[in-house]
C-alpha cells in the first residue's frame, strides 16, 4: 500500500501554547513528514516492498541491513515515526493516567526519575535521532535511543513515546537548546492518555 501523509490529529497552532510553534509544525508535518512520505513512495514503487504494509518494510528492510535498502528503511521508518509521534502529543496538558503512573514508578523509581532518564537519553543522542520509551522483550518499560531513523520496531520492541531529537524538531522554537526542548515535551507536550493506551495494548 502506498505511504500516506496522514492529517494531525489537531490544528498546527494546537501546540503553540504548550511551546511547540505554528510554524515549526507547518515545517515537520507538512515539509519534512511529507518528504518521508513521498521519498518512500518513489524508492518501494517496482521492488519487493511494494504493497506490504509500514511496519513490514521497516522490519524487513531494516533486517536486511543492505546499502540497497537503505533509503526505503530510511524514509519508511521516518514516516511511521513521524506518525506516531503527532498521537503522543496533544493540547491542553492531559494529566497522566494513574495505571501509567504506577508502571513507571515501578520501572524506574518515580516519574521524576523516568523524565530524567527520557531527557538525558534524548539530550545524549549524538545528531539526530529519537528517544523512547518502551515495552521491551521481556515486558519491561525502559527508556532508549536510536539513531537517525531507526525505531523500536526494529528491536521488538513497542513504543510507548518517542521525541523526534532531529533539529527539525525544534531549532525553531528552541534553537540549539535539545535539553530545554525535551524538558518541554515532557511537561507541556506528551498526550499521556495515548501513552496509556499504548501500554494497555502492548
Known sequence: MAFELPDLPYAHDALAAGGM????ME???????????????????????EGKSLEDIITG?????????????????????????WEMMGPNG?????????????????????????????????????CWL???TDGTLKVTKTENGVNPLCFGQTALLGCDVWEHSYYIDFRNAR???LANFLENLVNWENVAERLSNA
Not at 533486517?63 to 526505503?72: D, L, R, W
Request: aromatic share 14%; hydrophobic share 35%.
Open 21 to 24: 510553534s505554528k510554524e515549526t
Open 27 to 49: 515545517y515537520h508535518h507538512d515539509l519534512h513528514h511529507n518528504a518521508y512520505v513521498t521519498n518512500g513512495n518513489k524508492l518501494v514503487a517496482g521492488t519487493e516492498w
Open 61 to 85: 528492510t531494516y533486517a536486511a541491513g543492505s546499502v540497497a535498502q537503505n533509503g526505503i528503511f530510511n524514509n519508511a521508518s521516518q514516516h511511521w515515526n513521524h506518525a506516531q509521534f
Open 94 to 130: 492531559r494529566a497522566m493516567p494513574g495505571a501509567l503512573e504506577s508502571r513507571i514508578t515501578d520501572a524506574f523509581g518515580s516519574v521524576d526519575a523516568f523524565k530524567s532518564e527520557f531527557s538525558a537519553a534524548g539530550a545524549g543522542q549524538f545528531g539526530s535521532g529519537w
Open 134 to 136: 518502551v515495552v521491551d
Open 179 to 181: 535539553p530545554k526542548y
